[in-house]
């Protein structure tokens, strides 16, 4: 436990109780800026709906001794490679014999990026209508 340790630096003048209530606090912000729980370790069973997309988020999806019925990829995270935040549920159809440069695919993106966010589909209005319509993003 990490507060007898922060009442050790504060010194004979600290509170216990009032530790434990900042180090809550500072961890509840630290959750809500990193996007997910730190909690206990947990077996979770889950069902996953990518909705047609071939990536789905999945905070802190151990990639070691995951059990699945269909073939998924965890795609590692580069400092913590135990973990994964994104997962692809689905295989490509068709791959190109040739890479693009990665030069040439970040400014591609960046320009579709660029052409949706002009064509107001990224607004969210745009965006909340697609998620609660059941329409799947293939399609559009």
């Known amino acids: ?5 922060v009442l050790k630096r504060v010194g004979p003048t600290g509170d216990l109780e009032q ?3 900042l180090l809550t606090e500072v961890a509840g912000e630290l959750e809500l800026l990193a996007g997910q729980h730190f909690g206990a370790a947990e077996v979770r069973t889950v069902s996953i709906d990518s909705g047609g997309l071939p990536f789905v988020f999945a905070p802190g999806f151990r990639t070691e001794g995951h059990r699945s019925d269909q073939a998924i990829w965890p ?3 580069p400092s913590n490679p135990g973990m994964a935040s994104v ?3 689905l ?3 068709s791959l190109a014999p040739h890479a693009m440069p990665i030069g040439n695919a970040l400014r591609l993106a960046g320009d579709m990026v ?3 966010n002009k064509a107001a589909l990224l607004s969210a ?3 909340s209508c697609v998620a609660s319509s059941g329409v799947n993003p293939k399609a559009l």
């Open 87 to 89: 997962i692809q549920v």
């Open 114 to 116: 660029v052409a949706a």
């Open 91 to 93: 295989e490509p159809t």
């Open 125 to 127: 209005n745009a965006l």
């Open 1 to 5: 436990m990490l507060a007898p340790e």
């Open 75 to 77: 795609v590692a995270d």
């Open 19 to 21: 530790v434990k209530a």
